[in-house]
C-alpha cells in the first residue's frame, strides 16, 4: 500500500454529556489522509457534527486524541521535544483548518471584502491590499467579484455560502471542514455551492463534509465513513457503502436516503 | 379652601430662579459624569463576568491532560474569582435603593475614610459634596449597564464566535472585531435610556447637598413656605430634559435599524 501523509489521526474520540449518560461520540477512529474528500454520513443525532466540530475543539472532546500536526489537540498542554509543557495554542491550529457552517456565519455588520480580509490582515499579519488582492482572485473564482462591497443580507443563500467557502480559504488551510454546507439552502442553490465544494476537491484539498447530500459523497467523496448513535459504524469507498452495505443500521439508513 | 396651585405663587418664585438654572446645569453635569463613570465601570465589570480566568482549571484535568468529567476538582475548576467579584458586585448594587448607595458613599467613604478636597467650581458647585455624589450614582449606574452590556454581548450568536474562532481569531479579537461592534449597536438605545434613567435619578443626591433641581426646591420652599409650585416648576424641568431625550434616542433608533433592512 502506498504510504500517504496523514493529516490528522483520530483515536477513540469520546465525546460525553451528563457524565457519560449521553455518548455523543463513543471511540471513534479514524485517519485522514492529505487530499482525502472524506463525508460522514449518517442520521441526525448520529454524533457527525459533533465530530466534525471536536475536529478544531468547537466541542471539547471528553477523551481520546486528535493528533493534528504532530500535536494532540485535545490535551490542553503537552511536553515537548525538550520535555517541557507548552500550553496549546488552539488559535494557531484553527488557523490551519477553515470550517464552513450550515447556517454560514458571515459577519453582517462587514462587507464581503472586509468578511473576507479581517482574519488574514487581523490574525496573520498579511498587509491588507495583498489581502484584497487575493480576497478578490478568490472572489472570481467563485462568481461574486461584483458583490464585493455588499454586505451579507443583500446576498442570496447560496451566494452567501460561497463566501463562507471562499472567506475559510483565505488562511490557506491545510483541511476544510464543511458542517452540513447545504441544508439551510433552497433547492435550486445547492448545485452552485457543490460545485464550488468539487472543484476544491480536484485542487487536491483535504476536506471532511459532513452532509446529507448522497450524490455528492457518491461522486465527490473518496472515503465515507457512516456513523448513528455517537459510533463509527462502517467506513470505506463510496462504492463499498453505497452498493454493498454491510452494517444492517447502513442498510437502513440507505433505504431511506436512496 | 385655598385652590392647589395659586398662580401669584410662581411670581414669587422669580428672585430664585437663578437657583434653578445653577440646578439645571448641576443636574446635567451629574448625568454627564455619571454615565461616563458608569460606562467605564460597567465595560470593565462586564468583561469581568464574562472572563475565562479559571486559576484552579487544572484541578479539573486528568493525568493526561483531557478534561475530567465529575468530582471536587471539576467543581473547583470552575471557580471564577474576576466573574465571582463582578456578580457579587451587580447584584448588591442592583438590590439595594440608591439613597441608601449615596448615603454610604458620602457619610461613609467620604466622610470617614477619604478626605475631598472642599472648594467650589463653576462659581457655584461644592466638590465635596458633587464628587460623592457622582461616584455613587456612576457605581449604581455602572453595575445596571454592565447587565446591558452582558445581555446585548450575550444576544449575539454564538455562531459569530464560532466562526472568528474558526479562522483562528483569539478571544480578543473576536470581542474586538467581531462581537462587540454588532453588540454596542444593539444596545445603544438602552445605553441611551439609563442616561434618561439618570437624569431623574440624579434628584437623590440633594439628600446630600449637591445643589441640583430639587435643592433649589427645598431652598425657595426654607425661604418662602411655598412647597407645590417650586415643585411644578421642578416637574416641568425635568421633563423638558428628559422628553426630549429620550425622542431623540428613538429617532436614532429608528434610524439606525434602517440599515437592518434591505
Sequence with gaps: METRDKIIQVTDLEKHYNFGAIKALDKVTVDIDKGDVMVVIGPSGSGKSTFLRSLNLLEEPTGGAIIFDGVDITKKKYKDENGKWVKINMDLHRQKMGMVFQHFNLFPHKTIMENMIIAPVKVKKVPEEEAKKKALELLKRVGLEDRADAYPIQLSGGQKQRIAIVRALMMEPEVMLFDEPTSALDPEMVGEVLDVMKQLADEGMTMVVVTHEMGFAREVGNRVLFMADGKLLEQGTPEDIFEKPQHPRLQEFLSKVL | ?262
Design chain 2, 1 to 262: 379652601m385655598d385652590s392647589f396651585v395659586q398662580l401669584e405663587n410662581f411670581g414669587r418664585l422669580a428672585p430664585y430662579s437663578q437657583l434653578f438654572i445653577q440646578g439645571i446645569i448641576v443636574t446635567v453635569m451629574l448625568s454627564v459624569f455619571t454615565v461616563a463613570i458608569g460606562f467605564v465601570l460597567a465595560i470593565i465589570l462586564s468583561a469581568m463576568r464574562m472572563s475565562d480566568c479559571y486559576p484552579l482549571a487544572f484541578l479539573g484535568l486528568d493525568k493526561e491532560g483531557h478534561q475530567r468529567e465529575k468530582g471536587f476538582g471539576v467543581t473547583l475548576s470552575k471557580f471564577n474569582p474576576l466573574s465571582l467579584i463582578a456578580t457579587a458586585y451587580v447584584e448588591i448594587l442592583r438590590s439595594t435603593p440608591v439613597i441608601v448607595q449615596v448615603a454610604i458613599i458620602y457619610y461613609g467613604v467620604f466622610g470617614a475614610l477619604i478626605e475631598l478636597p472642599s472648594f467650589t467650581f463653576f462659581g457655584f458647585i461644592k466638590f465635596e459634596r458633587f464628587f460623592p455624589g457622582v461616584v455613587a450614582l456612576g457605581m449604581n449606574s455602572g453595575a445596571y449597564l454592565c447587565e446591558i452590556m452582558r445581555s446585548g454581548i450575550q444576544s449575539i450568536d454564538s455562531g459569530q464566535s464560532e466562526a472568528a474562532r474558526s479562522l483562528g481569531m483569539n478571544w480578543v479579537q473576536n470581542m474586538r472585531y467581531i462581537i462587540l461592534p454588532q453588540a454596542i449597536k444593539n444596545i445603544l438605545p438602552a445605553i441611551a435610556n439609563e442616561f434618561v434613567v439618570i437624569i431623574k435619578e440624579s434628584a437623590i443626591t440633594y439628600t446630600i447637598g449637591v445643589q441640583d433641581i430639587m435643592s433649589a426646591v427645598n431652598a425657595v420652599r426654607g425661604a418662602t413656605f411655598i412647597i407645590i409650585e417650586p415643585l411644578l416648576v421642578a416637574t416641568a424641568i425635568y421633563f423638558c430634559l428628559c422628553f426630549p431625550a429620550s425622542k431623540l434616542i428613538a429617532h436614532f433608533e429608528r434610524r439606525m435599524s434602517r440599515g437592518d433592512k434591505r
